[in-house]
């Protein structure tokens, strides 16, 4: 679970996956709102939950619902941007603005799976299994770069790094590479 806070309220990001069925009437938990990515109504993988916390009750919680890449959360699956909340689940990012928890957008930003996501700069950057794309505040991608083969590792190294102006990289087979935040090799 990711836990933020904004001004007196807490933000939890969870998953829902093993709780949850759509339509279902023994659902343990009731949600106000759920959002959808593409395919994710006909092909549901991934379900993260997001709950609004004020004074330790909860007031406002909706369901986003991926398709693609199974995901779950982790530290870096979520970030929190100024009123919003920007969620990797499957191969979309959705970004759900936090007084209300009304979706802003989802983006389908990878053909599998959206790992992670980090702000540089104004932006944002997503690792993907296969893209590493930017995009701005709105969703909108700035730029995409892929590799010869998957962004995941097989040993303990690190398939996505980032640093104060480059990222690092190895795809599955061995093959590093190192990007510019304007998506060049260096």
């Given at each position: ?16 996956s093993?709780?949850?069925s ?25 379900k ?61 930003l ?77």
């Amino acid at each position: 679970m990711n836990k933020y806070f904004y001004n007196n309220l807490t933000i939890e990001v969870f998953n829902d996956s093993t709780f949850f069925s759509l339509n279902s009437n023994d659902n343990l938990k009731v949600y106000e709102n759920i959002y959808f990515g593409e395919d994710a109504e006909e092909y549901p993988t991934s379900k993260h939950g997001i709950k609004l916390i004020d004074n330790d009750k909860e007031i406002k919680n909706c369901l986003i619902i991926g398709s693609g890449g199974a995901t779950t959360i982790h530290p870096n699956s979520s970030i929190l941007d100024n009123d919003n909340i920007l969620i990797c689940c499957s191969d979309s990012v959705f970004s759900i603005s936090i007084v209300d928890l009304k979706l802003n957008w989802v983006k389908k930003l990878d053909m599998a799976t959206c790992f992670q996501i980090f702000k540089i700069e104004n932006d944002f950057v997503i690792h993907g299994e296969l893209e590493i794309t930017r995009i701005d505040s709105f969703g909108n991608i700035i730029w995409q770069f892929g590799g010869a083969d998957i962004f995941v590792s097989m040993d303990e190294e690190d398939a996505f790094q980032l640093n104060n102006d480059n990222i690092i990289l190895k795809d599955i087979i061995g093959t590093g590479y190192i990007i510019d935040f304007g998506g060049r090799i260096l």
